[in-house]
């Protein structure tokens, strides 16, 4: 599939840990990354290498200039979007303005305007709020699960631990998922109890999180118990690093540029739609 994807790749947000390691997953599996990159703040001034290329940063005010330049040179040109959550909606626009293609891989912002931008222009675009193919599958699953089999783990108690960088001060967006899942089976759970650890100490030897991931990690444990202690159950799912969330968007980039050169008449995709569509290697 790499091999069919002729189209240049911009990600925007290169001067965040996320943005890089896209960028860093485009160019080693050959893709061809456009050199420029976009900050919230202005008068940056800064390169940043991306394996033998130098990435240009521009601030705000020049992003529909440098923009329009980029689709000029690279009409095929595909957006990965990793910045902030307080410019999801302001760079959707441009984009949608600009008629460019966009995986939305930034969380937050005004997600109900977010779809409606890209419905009123009409534009193409792949939005999620979790990349990682093999934990969309998980919840997929688990979603199907619950709905199949309602019930099934009536009267179980569950208990959930969570561990993810000191810098995440919200619970886990995927555990409330699986937690929702849970309960529809039957599952007891109280949020209060939920164990959420982002203390370092804790993390390398309670949790078990390697030293060098401390920065960046995601552990997840789901335990149930019978009501009568007899039997129990534990899902568990830990993704250190960034590599399956940045895998995961230039799967989804190559997946959009391919329903871009089809004309799909489906205009806005998420992850299942990546997953469903197979290996995009």
Known sequence: MVGQFASPLLVNGCTGKM??????AATSRGLH????SFSSRENLDKTI????IDVE??????????LSSVIDEFPDVIVVDYTAPNSVNSNAELYCKLGVPFVMGTTGGDQQLLYKSVQDSNNYALISPQMGKQVVAFLAAMETIA??????????RLEVLESHQAGKLDTSGTAKAVIACFEKLGAVF?????????????????VGVPEEHIEGHAFHLYHLTSPDDSVSFEFQHNVCGRS???EGSVDAAVFLYKKVQSMDPKRIYNMIDVLQEGDMR
């Open 147 to 156: 709905e199949q089999f309602p019930g099934a783990f009536s009267g179980y």
């Open 57 to 66: 940063i521009y601030g705000p005010s020049a992003r529909e200039d440098v």
């Open 244 to 246: 399956i969330y940045a």
């Open 49 to 52: 290498q991306i394996g033998d």
């Open 190 to 206: 109280d949020m209060d109890r939920m164990v959420k650890i982002r203390d370092p100490e804790q993390q390398l030897y309670m």
């Open 33 to 36: 990354l456009v050199p420029v």
């Open 19 to 24: 943005g890089v390691s896209v960028a860093e």
